[in-house]
């Protein structure tokens, strides 16, 4: 909240008495916050395309993709290993997509999610994807499976690494190619080098118009160039082609209904502004409602656009993968230490707090390029 200054200025006429009452209302709805400003929109940091503040002496994917670290789900990412070691694979032993599903996705409700997608490009699904925020491959391996070739653009170059390594384990390294990257520099970026993909005879993987579908599961809500996301996810797609996107969005009440008096002027309360910027690395302020959401994917050119509110399903699943986690913490800690198993459950409570708050909503959201 900005801090707001009352001058008393003892040469001024006294006030009449329903004015100041007026005042002393305003200064009690700021003092007991029912009248809150959008915290994000105060910060004096500098923000960047990938959530929140990034230092000014580093610009650019190196600076967000080390800010973007402060979610603990991206941190100590040793954890695969450590959980493929447990269920007895060594280092270099060969996987199959079906036993890393359970380790290697970081969306909601598994393979399910990625069927979902799958299902615009029927009867064929031998389709080129870009799945932006790709993390550890697990959806683009799955996409793979079912007969897609697909571009895995990840940001952080350590997860980008793991989800290469992965997919080289199960044999998928001629239908999977991944990049190391930022949706928006890259891609704005024509001249950009094509250095890190595999397949030099393919296309560069930012040429426009090439893609049957691009994908995204949980990652827009990282992203606060809304505009220029879905701009540039448009012109990467193929005339006929389609977006399938997994998001957050902001609910808001229904009309007549007054659901929480004590939100702020981004649709959240100053505790759940502070889980989104501070563990998820998402300004709230940045997430659309549901009709912001479509009317924007239609701006750029969208047609049949499709918003699939999945807040109840996700919320269900975010409080059972909570306690599910805390009821196994001994065998968790013993495999990965009191320390991984304190940040995980930090970020899971966080998340199962945000989704039983009635603010935050779960969307999938998809839409064809004419
Ligand atoms: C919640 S994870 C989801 C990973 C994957 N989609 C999945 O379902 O398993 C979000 C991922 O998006 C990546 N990401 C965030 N901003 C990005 C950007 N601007 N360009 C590419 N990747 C980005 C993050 O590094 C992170 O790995």
């Not at 909240?1 to 009690?28: E, G």
């Not at 598994?110 to 009867?123: H, K, M, R, Y």
């Not at 800690?333 to 899971?348: A, C, P, T, Y």
Request: charged share 20%; hydrophobic share 35%.
């Amino acid at each position: 909240m900005k801090a707001m200054t009352f001058y008393f200025n003892p040469q001024r006429k006294p006030c009449n008495l329903s004015l100041l009452v007026v005042m002393a209302a305003i200064l009690a709805a700021f003092v007991h916050g029912d009248v809150q400003s959008c915290p994000s929109s105060s910060s004096s940091s500098q923000s960047n395309s990938t959530g929140s503040a990034e230092s000014e002496s580093e610009s650019g994917s190196t600076s967000t993709s080390k800010a973007i670290k402060t979610m603990k789900l991206y941190s100590n990412i040793e954890r695969i290993d450590r959980q493929l070691a447990h269920l007895g694979y060594s280092p270099d032993q060969d996987l199959s997509q079906e036993t890393l599903s359970p380790i290697d996705s970081m969306h909601y409700l598994g393979d399910d999610a990625i069927e979902a997608a799958i299902g615009l490009l029927l009867p064929t699904v031998d389709a080129k994807v870009l799945d932006v925020g790709s993390g550890f491959g697990g959806p683009a391996r799955y996409m793979a499976s079912r007969g897609c070739n697909v571009v895995a653009l990840e940001l952080q170059p350590d997860v980008s690494a793991k989800g290469k390594e992965l997919t080289q384990r199960c044999n998928f390294s001629d239908q999977v190619t991944h990049i190391t990257g930022d949706i928006l520099k890259d891609v704005s970026n024509e001249n950009v080098e094509d250095s890190e993909s595999d397949s030099k005879s393919a296309p560069l993987w930012t040429e426009r118009e090439q893609y049957n579908m691009v994908t995204s599961w949980l990652v827009f809500l990282h992203i606060t160039e809304k505009n220029k996301l879905y701009q540039t996810s448009y012109d990467l797609i193929k005339s006929g082609g389609h977006i399938y996107i997994e998001d957050f969005y902001r609910r808001t009440a229904p009309e007549g209904e007054n659901v929480n008096n004590n939100v702020n002027a981004c649709g959240f309360t100053e505790e759940e502004s502070t889980i989104l910027s501070r563990d998820i690395y998402c300004e709230g302020s940045s997430l659309h409602t549901r009709e912001e959401y479509i009317q924007a994917l239609e701006e750029v050119g969208f047609v049949n656009v499709t918003f699939v509110d999945m807040t109840g399903s996700w919320s269900a699943y975010v409080k059972a993968r909570y306690t599910d986690f805390l009821e196994k913490k001994d065998s968790f800690v013993e495999i990965h230490g009191m320390d991984g198993f304190e940040s995980l459950s930090h970020f899971f409570n966080a998340m199962n707090t945000l989704f039983h708050g009635n603010n935050l909503g779960g969307v999938r959201i998809h839409g064809t390029k004419k």
